[in-house]
C-alpha cells in the first residue's frame, strides 16, 4: 500500500438542500464562501512553456501578492502540457502555488474553469501565463472591485488609460468581434477577451459550474451568463500590455471555432434558455461545489502512477488487479470515500478534489467523470476517440467521451468512479465494476457527472475492437428501457433503410444530409487530431457505429 500525505478533515452541514456547503476555516468555524484567509485567488492557465514558467509564476506571484497586501494562491493549470511544464513547477515546491495537471489540452476556457473551481479566495482571478499582460492589475481590480462593490473587474485594451503594444491587424480584427458580441448579448462592454479579469466568489460557485466553452469564447460565456444571473456590476479598468507573440494560439481557424462558440452561447443563452433553465431546476447553489471537505479518501487502482497527478491532501493508495481485489480493498479501505481508477487510465490532478466534495450531500452515493482519450495515440485510436467525442457519433456517449455539463446521470458505464464506501458495499459482491453508478440508482441513490475532472485512457481502435464496444454499449441500453432518443435514432434508421419506398425524394434529402452530417464529423475530427487520416476514418466509422449500436439494442430489447 502506498499512502499520501495527511491533512485535515472538513466539516460540512448535512442539512444543507443545494450542494454549497460552508467549510471549516483554520479556526474550526464555519465560513460560508471558502477560505476567508486567502484574499485573492490567482488562476494561471498554462500549456508548453517549460523554459519560462517557474520564472513567470514567480513574477505574478510576487506582483500580485505585493499589491494585495494580504495571503494569496497562484493555481496553475496545466492544459496538456506535454513538455514537462507541469514536472518543471512541481519540482520548484513554489510557495503559495498549487499545480493541476491534465494529460489532454482542452483549451484555456476549461484550464480556467477547473483552477477557478479549485480557487478559495474571497476573489477570484485569472492571467495568462506569458507576461504580455502585468499581473500586478489583478490586485488593483480587486482593490477598486471591492471599494465601489463590483462583481466583476476586467481589463480592456480600449480604456483610454491603457497601455498597449499591439498590432493594427488584431485591433480592427478584435474591434468587428466586439461589435457582433455588444449586438448579440447586449454587453456594454468595449473589450471581453483580455486574459486579465477577476470576480466575486459568488461568480466561482454559481456561474462556473454552469459554462460550457473550453476555448476562446469563454470570456464572452462568462461575462454573458454571469449577467443573466444578476451580476451586472461590472467594470472595465486599464492594463499594460506588450504583445509579444509568445503565447497567444490564435489563428484562422481559432477566430473560425471562437465565432461559431459565440453564436452557440447565444443560443443556448436567448433562443434555448439552457444556462436559466439549468439554474431554475436547482437554485443558484444547486450545482455549486461544496468547499472544505478534505475526508480521507482511499484510491484503489491497477497502477502507482494513477495517482502521479492527484492534488489531495489526505489518501492513500491500494494496488489491485482483479474484480475480486476492487471489492476486498473497499471492505477494508482506511477512508469512507474510494476513488476507483480503472486500468490504463491516467486522472486530471483535481480527479478527487472535484468530486469528493459532492458526496457532502447525503443522497448522492457516487460522482462520476468522463474518459477522455490522449491525442498521442495510434491514428486508429484517435480516430475512434474522435467518433465518441462527436455528437453525431458519439450519440449518448459524447459527454463521457468529452467534458460536457454537469449533471444527475442514470446510466454511466464505467470503472472509474468516486463513491461512498458504505453504498458500495450495500451492493452485491457480483455487481459488476462497470455497472456499480447504474446499480447506485437502482437502489434509490443519486449519481452526479461532472466535466471538471477526467480520466485520459485509449479508447478501443477502430474498426472490430470499437465496434464490440459499441454493440456491448446498446445492448446493456436495451436491457434497460426504451428512450426517446432511441426511438428517434430507430425510426431515422428505418427511413433510411426504407424511405425510398414511400418518397424517393424525401429519402434522397435525408440520405444526402446524412452523409454530409457524417463527413463533416470527419472534417472536424482532422482538424482537432490534426491528422486527414483519422478524419476519413472517423467519417468513414459513423455508419457502421450507428448501425451497431442499433443492433446491440435490439438484441438487449429482445434479452430484456
Sequence with gaps: MLSGCVGHTGRVNPELRGFAAPTASATGELSPHGDEAIALSVVVPVYNQVGSIVHNIGVIRDRVSAGVGAPIEVIVVSDGSIDRTQERLMSRDLPDVRVLHYDRNLGKGYAVKVGALESRGRWVGYVDADLDLDPAGLAEYMHIAERDGLDFAIGSKRHPDSRVVYPR???????????????????????????????????AEQVFPMLLVKRYAFDIELLAVGRAFGFRRLRELPISLDYQFTGSGVRPVAVAVALVDTLAVFYRLRILRTYQRKRDLVGPHGWTRPSGHPQHVTIIAADKEAAR????????????????????????????????????????????????????????AAVVTSNVAPVDGSVRERAAA????????????????????IRYVREFPSESYVVRAESLLRLPRETEAARVPAALVDAGDMVVYTPEAFLVKPPPPLFAPHLAQTFRYGRSRGERRLKISTVIAFGAALFLAFGWLLSTWAWLIVFVVYICAAVSSGALAALQFRSLRVGALAAAAIVPTHVTYLAGYLVGTAQR
Design 169 to 203: 491587424s488584431r485591433r480592427i480584427a478584435s474591434w468587428l468581434f466586439q461589435q457582433l458580441v455588444r449586438l448579440l448579448f447586449r454587453l456594454n462592454v468595449r473589450d471581453t477577451q483580455v486574459g486579465l479579469k477577476i470576480f466575486r466568489r459568488e461568480v
Design 309 to 364: 497527478w492527484i492534488d489531495w491532501p489526505n489518501y492513500d493508495l491500494v494496488l489491485v488487479s482483479t474484480p475480486v481485489e476492487r471489492r476486498e480493498a473497499a471492505e477494508s479501505a482506511n477512508g469512507k470515500t474510494l476513488a476507483f481508477i480503472e486500468p490504463g487510465a491516467v486522472p486530471s490532478g483535481n480527479f478527487v478534489s472535484a468530486t469528493v466534495p459532492f458526496l457532502s450531500r447525503e443522497e448522492v
Design 386 to 405: 474522435a467518433v465518441r467525442e462527436s455528437r453525431i457519433g458519439g450519440g449518448s456517449l459524447y459527454y463521457r467521451s468529452m467534458p460536457g455539463n
